[in-house]
């Protein structure tokens, strides 16, 4: 048997945007969002939404003779979900068409194997549950971040259930072996490897549209050829690379769409190659032989190691204070803060810090916000001091935010009262109050019984005048609990609010607080 | 290859980095085996002849009555005089001739500069444009009377006698652009001095710019030909001795450094504001203006008014050892310029191991990769990059190491061996132009 297989990494970062230090303690949030927002959509048009028009087509044409495989970053999703819904619809249609095997990558595209098997594999937990809920699979594949594999790594993904993995075929582990087979870790031979064929995937990926290759200009036909010039024992060529390669690595204008919609028909008229997804071929196939990979590889670079992310002592210095925070992080019962947790570990951030690039390197260029390595590493460092203040914050006090720019009366009047309620309260006795509430005799009072955390989950998408509406006349002590827990935007919003008191009614009263009280509810049960 | 070079002033007695940049390069172009006839205005008899032979124009006489460079000469007769004429001035000259001379002067020449002999003060006082003049006139009859195979003038100053040169020698003449009318005196240039540097590059065969910024501007502000404009960067002196300062800081903070003029070039103010951005974060900082200059009063006063004077200090005029010893106690380097065609002193400065924050409006921010790189005017980042660099101990681990790495990498030698080059272009071109008179 001879098969292709096919797998596009899609992946987009949450971009941070220039955040100077004198914004550390003052402004948390930190992702530069009208860029992403801007990014993502040109990407979906330029590559994501025809690309996936074209193989929808494709398998419409073929049927199950064409198959390919996808991962897709938790992170990316997410700003899928937020920006151009309709990509992750046209990636449901594909899986709808069962020729599409996703694969299961940590949920914001870190390098977490590399620090913390714990939360390594909480995060590809969160990634594998998102692909079930999205594309109704169970992830049997696992491809890493950029590729990256060592032997112990292999161990991890085998004991949480997967059986194939997928990685670079370096030289490093392979030496005169050739990635055309199935291979398998060394220490868990259950675990099989696929390994990439970088020579004839970088011919699509890299080299495609440029002139000064002496192959260009490619077409399918040459590719063909050269699949059929490859030893007739090998079984498999695995091409991996970047779904952005199709239209925005490789415009449009350079026939890479015409390549791809012609691939097929060419190999399957010329050759006797079929196109397999990862699953199914560690099924087909035979293993030959163990890889070793005692340091870890990945595909990226002539070196094919990780010094692209952790090449330099700006790199190791950024990784290391930002997986310093990983256990107060886990105490932190505050959604923002495990957003950001997540956001902040994506591998993007690193590789922007790369200095290996001076002399080439566009690929680090590719959307690179930054003019300096230097800069993204300053960039990063007073994001995580933000962030290491604010999980610090949220575990020495939970009632306390750091002060506002200018400490208006309200806002210390308010500081001092939590201060007073917390010397008041037994933070216990509110622990064995919460487990009484139920759903149906819920009151507005109850929000003191509620966890802080909660409370902001509750009115965080409230917006500040039904806020401020709703609290006309409450205790003082329920009042101080939802102001200090709206988060200090929302706060000062709240105290330039100009509100006419004489024209709000009753009836105003307690349709506000029923809004809230149905976010009550519906936390609750 | 045999060079006669023009400059203006040649260590010791230098005032600022012309001498300096002058001195390096001789040196390299000598490693390389050219010889250099070094012309300066005035000798004072204990300048460095290790290298070169230094012929003092003072000491040489003219005949007046062959006057070839007489129809040249009324182009500049008459010339007023700002304050700001010169490159890489240093700070206590500057301060003289502000004083000396706020007013601008008319010079109508007497006939001293064609007596036979003259002597120059070489200095960049008021009787300037007398100098560069009488200056030309003594090139004339040094071009006539030495044999050599090309001409090499440094900066505008010594333009006039690099084509008095040629015109006498017919030997191609090089230009070398240490800074232009733009950079000293931003938009208000002097229209004679930017006369004589366009007329300097039109007359010349290859010009040198000392930047790729500085390249640009001669090509789009005097419509120089860019076939004839090559870029060759300057490099700085490396040896040991730069390193024997051991300064023990008498306090805890850390301490960030402006070094040069106080004037509207240098960008003294933005280092101000962003020094107040960063001490309402950190009050662990003292911040050092070191350097004199018109805007010196105004900075001080707005320090005030800042409410920052308890960590922002001025120390005014700073000798040479007093720099190095500042730059021992340095955490961080500020050259935060509005327009500065190369800039030397960051590399002083790495070459003391003191990480840089440099503006990207200066020639040196193209040769360097250790350096953070602003916008003059973009205080936030200027502020950010001082942060960053005081509390993000692996950057500024970083760029203590490696920075001190590349500026030892930045050597005289390379740069005279593109200096050759340009030579030798310049020669080529040349004896093309008498081979096409010869054929017409």
Not at chain 1, 28 to 51: F, G, M, S, W
Not at chain 2, 417 to 423: A, D, F, N, Q, S
Request: hydrophobic share 40%; glycine share 4%; aromatic share 12%.
């Amino acid at each position: 048997m001879k098969a292709i297989c096919f797998y596009f990494q899609v992946h987009q970062p949450n971009r941070l945007k220039t955040y100077r230090f004198f914004d550390i303690g003052k402004d948390h949030h930190y992702y530069d969002d009208l860029q992403n927002k801007y990014i993502i959509k040109r990407v979906a048009e330029k590559c994501y939404l025809p690309t996936n028009n074209l193989i929808l087509n494709l398998i419409k044409e073929y049927g199950t003779s064409f198959k390919i495989s996808f991962s897709i970053s938790g992170v990316a999703i997410e700003q899928f979900e937020k920006y151009v819904p309709e990509v992750l619809e046209s990636f449901k249609q594909l899986a709808e068409t069962g020729c599409v095997e996703f694969l299961c990558e940590t949920y914001s595209h870190s390098l977490a194997c590399l620090k913390s098997k714990e939360e390594f594999e909480r995060q590809v937990n969160m990634h594998r549950n998102k692909i079930k809920e999205l594309f109704n699979q169970d992830p049997k594949t696992f491809r890493n971040t950029e590729l990256i594999y060592y032997d112990t790594l292999g161990v991890w993904v085998a004991d949480m259930g997967f059986e194939t993995m997928l990685t670079e075929g370096a030289k490093q582990v392979l030496a005169w072996r050739s990635p055309g087979y199935l291979y398998t870790n060394c220490i868990n031979p259950k675990l099989k490897l696929l390994l990439k064929n970088y020579r004839l995937s970088d011919d699509i990926a890299f080299r495609f549209s440029q002139r000064e290759w002496d192959q260009w200009p490619l077409t399918t036909e040459k590719y063909v050829d050269w699949l059929n010039a490859l030893d007739p024992n090998e079984e498999v060529v695995n091409l991996f690379m970047d779904y952005e390669t199709f239209g925005e690595h490789q415009w449009a204008e350079t026939g890479i769409f015409d390549f791809m919609r012609y691939l097929p028909a060419c190999v399957f008229s010329n050759s006797p190659y079929t196109f397999k997804t990862p699953s199914e071929l560690s099924k087909l196939l035979q293993p030959v032989g163990y890889i070793y990979a005692n340091n870890p590889i990945s595909w990226a670079d002539e070196e094919r190691d990780i010094t692209a992310w952790l090449g330099n002592k700006l790199q190791q210095d950024a990784f290391d204070s930002l997986y310093e925070l990983e256990n107060k992080v886990k105490n932190c019962d505050d959604l923002d803060i495990q957003k950001d947790w997540l956001y902040l570990q994506t591998s993007d951030h690193f590789y922007y810090m790369c200095t290996k690039w001076f002399s080439d390197g566009d690929v680090h260029k590719y959307f690179n916000p930054y003019g300096s390595p230097y800069e993204a590493f300053i960039n990063y460092m007073n994001v995580l001091s933000d962030f290491e203040l604010r999980v610090n914050n949220i575990l020495n006090t939970k009632y306390t935010y750091p002060p506002l720019n200018n400490n208006s009366y309200n806002n210390n009047e308010i500081i001092n009262n939590m201060e007073k309620n917390k010397k008041k309260k037994n933070p216990q006795r509110v622990m064995k109050q919460r487990t009484k509430i139920k759903s149906k005799d819920i009151q507005f009072s109850d929000l003191l019984n509620i966890s802080l955390a909660n409370i902001r989950k509750i009115i965080g998408p409230i917006d500040v005048e039904t806020i401020a509406i709703a609290i006309i006349g409450v205790e003082d002590e329920i009042k101080d609990v939802i102001l200090s827990n709206m988060g200090m935007r929302k706060l000062a919003i709240y105290e330039k609010l100009d509100i006419d008191y004489s024209q709000i009614k009753q009836s105003d009263i307690i349709k506000a607080r029923k809004i809230i009280l149905e976010r009550m509810k519906k936390l609750i049960s | 290859m045999k060079v006669l070079m023009f400059g203006w002033e040649f260590p010791p007695h230098i005032t600022g980095g012309l001498g300096t940049a002058c001195f390096g390069l001789t040196k390299g172009l000598l490693h390389q085996g050219v010889e250099v006839i070094f012309v300066v205005p005035k000798a004072y008899g204990d300048e460095s002849q290790e290298t070169v032979k230094l012929i003092n124009a003072s000491n040489i006489s003219i005949d007046i009555r062959k006057r070839i460079t007489q129809k040249y000469l009324k182009n500049i007769t008459y010339i007023e005089i700002a304050s700001n004429l010169v490159p890489y001035i240093g700070i206590e000259p500057f301060e003289k001739i502000i004083n000396s001379e706020t007013k601008t002067i008319k010079h109508n020449f007497d006939e001293s500069i064609f007596r036979e002999k003259f002597e120059f003060s070489g200095q960049y006082g008021p009787n300037l444009m007398k100098e560069v003049v009488r200056y030309a006139l003594v090139a004339s009859s040094i071009a006539e009377t030495t044999d050599f195979d090309i001409i090499h003038a440094h900066d505008w100053l010594t333009y006039p006698a690099g084509i008095a040169a040629k015109k006498i020698s017919g030997k191609p003449l090089v230009v070398h652009m240490h800074a232009t009318e733009f950079d000293r005196s931003g938009e208000n240039i002097n229209q004679n001095v930017y006369d004589i540097e366009r007329k300097g590059m039109q007359e010349a065969d290859m010009v040198i710019a000392v930047s790729n910024y500085t390249r640009n501007i001669i090509i789009e502000r005097y419509g120089i030909n860019p076939d004839k404009v090559i870029t060759v960067y300057n490099a700085v002196e490396y040896d040991e001795t730069y390193f024997k300062y051991r300064e023990e800081k008498s306090f805890p903070e850390k301490v960030v450094t402006f070094l040069g003029r106080v004037t509207y070039q240098k960008g003294p103010d933005y280092f101000v504001e962003a020094a107040n951005k960063v001490l309402q974060v950190d009050k662990n900082v003292r911040f050092v203006m070191a350097g004199s200059g018109d805007m010196l009063i105004r900075m001080i006063n707005r320090v005030a008014e800042l409410s920052i004077s308890s960590n922002f200090h001025f120390t005014g005029f700073l000798n040479e050892e007093e720099v190095n010893r500042l730059f021992a106690i340095s955490d961080v380097y500020v050259m935060p310029s509005v327009s500065e065609p190369f800039g030397i002193s960051p590399l002083e400065a790495m070459r003391s191991s003191v990480p840089v924050v440099i503006s990207k409006q200066s020639g040196v921010a193209e040769i360097l990769q250790h350096a953070l790189k602003i916008d003059f005017w973009d205080i936030d980042a200027m502020a950010d990059s001082i942060y960053g660099l005081l509390h993000y101990n692996a950057l500024s681990e970083m760029f203590r190491k490696e920075g001190k790495k590349e500026v030892e990498r930045l050597k005289w030698k390379s740069s005279a061996r593109k200096v050759i080059e340009v030579y030798e272009k310049a020669l080529a071109l040349s004896t093309k132009n008498i081979k096409m008179k010869k054929i017409s």
